[in-house]
């Protein structure tokens, strides 16, 4: 059973991100990047995948400041091969990793594709999604755990419906799941297992050609126009909460 | 069987697909065809709408805003499965060759929009707030990084947009006109690699969010877990319930059935007092219907300040315990 977890990284949204000086692009100069938040719960399910079925797992994503970091963090997690995916050039759009992913993923040879469900940058559309599409394997997407057949080659999904529901399917593999959330917290591990994790193993290096894919014209990228906007409070903590408290007492909030 | 891409015709015609759960067209169907609607307007063509499922036949009248009803009305279209859905969907889109297919973003969406559009060949769109069309051109704004920037793209051939719940009123695309209705022919359904095996009810919940009144919401800012308390004892003092943002279900923190969003449940309280969220679009979804909506964070920046009517610039960890003092003062004295 060989599961390889697709990841890649993204800003961090905790940062302040400005557009670059085209009016079309975000400015890289000072951006932070880490893994997004849906792979980071992509490789927790396949590491519990692993422990529970002794399933191998190869994490990938494309090369990115901070790439090695966040590979060697998934080996000391578990995996047991991290690869970077070389040859897209700068902050590839999830159609171009889709597409790179569909010609060189087969030489690699995989059971199940695990990623994160979407990631803040997807403008044109989710790598996983993308991938099945592509490679037209069964997929499902917005998963919260994964079971494995004993015989490896079924998987049982639970998957998100509208309204708070859940729905238990079967996919029969190789699959690709979009994960939403593992079965459990990502977990965590201390500096120094990633310390370890970078003399004991090597970063491979997958390369991708270039595939032609269809491109969205970008017009502007521009921080959202705020349709209404909070009326802020000032003060103390204390004074906020007398003036907010008299807002909720006067519309009949706080009786 | 791979991807294969075709010459798409470019007609002016506009695809929606309308989405189903429970033996009912869902709210974002309609928001769906109101989006649909001004879309066709723009690019003189019709309005179709793609409905798939078990029973249809008896509910193409609800979707009488279209122009043409292409429904699929079978035992294996009764739960969504993806590999499914999206078989059935491919064939239409490939006969009818729209100019523009719109599927919500939500979790049964998702699973159709991108591979719709890798196996087409077209581009895909994801996360729509608005989609319009400009000379001839579809355009749409996308909302990327959390909400944080808008892109706005430009479509000049064929492609698929996803659009976020809650972005058109439902009620514009209520409509009662009396469309064609046509009976799509399923295509062959054996080979399949994926099935439906059981729905899993959500669990009974102590609070239905969605019948209270008044709603505490935390996020990411409450820090540790510890902190919850602060909220439950605000919640407590003003006769409300403790919800939560998708972070902290995922931790674990509290359970699937106080989480609001996309992925969680829609709530319309009279107040929603949000602390330490900091409003990312799967949040706002569930949420941006709240009548009050009071927000504390301490980024001024967060998008949570943009649909609030109040805003608190500050720590959760000091307001939280100010407010509930003061709510407990007020009431002491009513």
């Not at chain 2, 994801?126 to 959390?146: F, L, M, N, P």
Request: hydrophobic letters at 45%; charged letters at 25%; a negative charge.
């Amino acid at each position: 059973m060989h599961v390889v977890v697709v990841g890649k990284l993204v800003p961090d949204l905790v940062e302040d991100l400005e557009v670059d000086a085209s009016g079309r692009g975000l400015d890289r100069q000072f951006l932070k990047l880490v893994l997004n938040e849906f792979d980071e719960h992509a490789l927790e399910e396949a590491v519990l995948l692993k422990e529970a079925h002794g399933a191998r797992v190869t994490v990938l994503a494309p090369e990115a400041e901070g790439v090695d970091d966040a590979l060697y963090t998934a080996l000391a997690k578990g995996a047991d091969r991290a690869m970077k995916l070389v040859g897209l050039g700068e902050a590839p759009s999830s159609r171009q990793i889709a597409a790179a992913l569909a010609s060189a993923l087969p030489s690699l040879g995989f059971d199940l594709v695990l990623t994160g469900v979407q990631a803040a940058d997807d403008l044109d559309g989710q790598v996983g999604m993308l991938l099945a599409g592509y490679l037209g394997l069964p997929h499902v997407g917005v998963v919260t755990g994964v079971e494995l057949d004993p015989d490896g080659s079924r998987a049982r999904v639970r998957k998100e419906y509208p309204g708070g529901w859940l729905a238990e399917l079967e996919v029969q593999l190789p699959a690709v799941l979009g994960i939403q959330a593992a079965k459990q917290p990502p977990r965590y591990v201390p500096v120094s297992r990633v310390r370890q994790a970078m003399k004991e193993h090597t970063l491979e290096e997958l390369s991708a050609e270039p595939v032609p894919v269809p491109r969205l014209s970008v017009r502007r990228l521009s921080k959202p126009e705020a349709a209404g906007r909070a009326e802020f409070l000032d003060g103390s903590p204390q004074e906020v909460a007398a003036q907010l408290v008299s807002i909720l007492v006067e519309r009949g909030l706080v009786r | 069987m791979a991807a294969q891409e075709v010459e798409v015709a470019v007609s002016g015609d506009v695809l929606v697909v309308a989405e189903r759960f429970g033996g009912e067209w869902t709210e974002v169907t309609f928001e769906l065809l109101a989006a649909g609607r001004e879309v066709a307007q723009g690019l003189g063509g019709t309005l179709s709408v793609a409905a798939l499922g078990r029973g249809t036949t008896d509910q193409v009248k609800a979707l009488g805003a279209a122009d043409v009803v292409l429904y699929a009305d079978a035992p294996e279209l009764e739960a969504f499965v993806p590999e499914v859905h999206l078989r059935v969907l491919e064939a239409v889109v490939r006969s009818r060759q729209p100019r523009a297919v719109l599927v919500a973003n939500t979790s049964t969406g998702m699973d159709l929009a991108a591979p719709l559009a890798a196996r087409l060949g077209v581009p895909c769109v994801a996360y729509c707030r608005r989609v319009w069309v400009e000379d001839g051109t579809v355009v749409a704004h996308s909302q990327v990084y959390g909400g944080k920037l808008v892109a706005e793209v430009a479509l000049e051939g064929p492609g698929v947009l996803a659009l976020v719940a809650g972005s058109y009123p439902a009620e514009a695309g209520r409509g009662t006109g009396s469309p064609a209705v046509e009976r799509i022919p399923l295509p062959a359904l054996e080979g399949l690699h994926s099935r439906f095996l059981r729905l899993i009810e959500p669990e009974a919940a102590d609070v239905d969010i969605t019948r209270e009144e008044i709603l505490v919401a935390v996020g990411r800012g409450i820090g540790d877990r510890e902190n919850l308390g602060l909220a439950e004892e605000l919640a407590e003092a003003l006769g409300g319930a403790v919800c939560a943002s998708r972070p902290l279900v995922d931790n674990g923190w509290l359970p699937k059935n106080r989480q609001v969003g996309k992925s969680g449940l829609t709530v319309k309280p009279k107040l929603y007092l949000a602390a330490g969220i900091s409003g990312a679009p799967e949040h706002l979804e569930g949420m941006r219907s709240a009548e009050l909506i009071v927000a504390i964070n301490t980024d001024p920046k967060a998008p949570i300040f943009d649909v609030a009517h109040y805003g608190v610039v500050g720590d959760v960890l000091e307001i939280l315990p100010a407010l509930t003092e003061e709510v407990r003062r007020r009431k002491g004295e009513g």
